[in-house]
């Protein structure tokens, strides 16, 4: 097996390279604050002092190559993961009821701004360190996204939890994000990608484009979502919070009541070994513990393995990680032979531009994608005419002329 690579990142990480290895997966999320690069392949962990020494001890008896040149970084302290102030931010998320994607993305944020302070106190910062560490990413060349949920991650931080007004930070404005057309597969290489697949990723991917779910509201399925009498799908706390129903495709009808016998056998064995628990949604832990063995609260598409759950310090099932359908929908593009750099999330988009093109109102896709406003729908109406199919080029009519005018 290769070796285990690990390299600066910058802005206060560390990238961990490997090839996908289950194992090798399921040590490196039990690391506090990693993150995985999906466009890259790698993963990034906080660089503090003893980050190295950490890793190594992580992936004992395998090879692991350290770039030479890596010095610990300053280190703010034993107390820093667990700092009050962490808390407190955490508090006030949860307080406003804000997603838990949400969450872990302000507190990594929290925490890379303050590892690039050498250990000052949060409460003596301000707009210039603010300022210095916006201006860093954007030098660093990070997308527009990226930049402004740094910056909105710092603002909650200081006007929410340490109640500090920040006003104008200087030479730092928020990013434009560009406006791009999505990439849209056309039936035919819909078609082509899922014959290269087989399996649960397969009816994950079917569904993605059957359905208009987004990635990761497929991943978090679960059997009581599923009505297979009215034909619908429904999806809870989606994207900002909100819910909503899709349809059910009848091509998948079949293969999922397959795949729920499955994980029934498989929920009934859990069971048996006093196990059987997933994570319910929001105060459901504290208030309907016992439902988390309930058959209908159980994961449509489950992972392989328990985690350990850090607020009960149960063993719980999660569902299968979203990288799992990522790679198996980049291996079958690559076996089908399709150029467009299309991702999972570009089933979704070809659910709305094929549904648009067969005729439903705009008003009917927004409700199934569930997007807030009509003018993000809106964008799936120009795409089939960028295809060249309303719009004939010049060069066509000119050769079209010339065959006509010819002898």
Known sequence: MEPI???????????VLFPYSPERVDKIRTVADRWWHEEEKFWTVPY?????ARLIKL?????????????????????????????????????????????????????RFLRRQAGARPEDLGEA???????????????????????????????????????MLNGVVRAKRPRTLPVVPTREEVRAVLNCMDGVPRL????????????????????????????????????????????????AQEPLQKQLEKVRR???????????RVTLPDAMDRQCAGTAKDWGWQWVFPGKSHDEDSRTSERRRNHLH??????????????????????????RHSFATHMIEDGYDIRTVQELLGHWE?????????????????VVSPADRMALGWREGSP
């Not at 060349?141 to 920040?166: C, E, H, M, P």
């Open 129 to 167: 360190e603010i300022g210095r560490f916006l201006s860093d990413l954007a030098t660093a060349g990070v997308s527009a996204s990226t930049q402004n949920q740094a910056l909105n991650a710092l603002l909650f931080l200081f006007r929410q939890v340490l109640d500090k007004k920040i006003g």
């Open 48 to 52: 503090d002092g003893q980050a190295v």
């Open 266 to 276: 498989q929920h009934d064995a859990d069971l048996l070994e006093g196990l059987g």
């Open 322 to 347: 979203e990288t799992v359908l990522q790679r198996a929908f980049k291996e079958a593009r690559v076996r089908s032979g399709i150029s467009k750099p299309a991702t999972c999330h570009s089933l």
């Open 5 to 15: 690579r690990i390299r600066p990142g910058g802005q206060g990480r560390l990238k």
């Open 59 to 111: 992936f004992a008896g395998e090879q692991v190559l350290v770039a030479p040149g890596l010095r610990p970084a300053p280190a703010l302290g034993p107390s820093f993961e667990t700092a009050p102030f962490l808390e407190r931010l955490r508090a006030a998320m949860r307080t406003r009821h804000l997603s838990r994607g949400t969450e872990r993305s302000y507190v990594g944020w929290a925490k």
């Open 204 to 251: 994950m991917a079917m569904l993605l484009y059957g359905a208009g779910l987004r990635v990761s509201e497929c991943c978090s399925l679960r059997v009581k979502d599923l009505d297979f009498g009215q034909n619908r799908i429904w999806v809870w706390g989606g994207k900002g919070g909100k819910d909503r129903w899709t349809i059910l495709p009848s091509a």
């Open 374 to 390: 009509l003018e993000t729908t809106m964008i799936y109406t120009h795409v089939p005419q960028r295809g060249g199919q309303a």
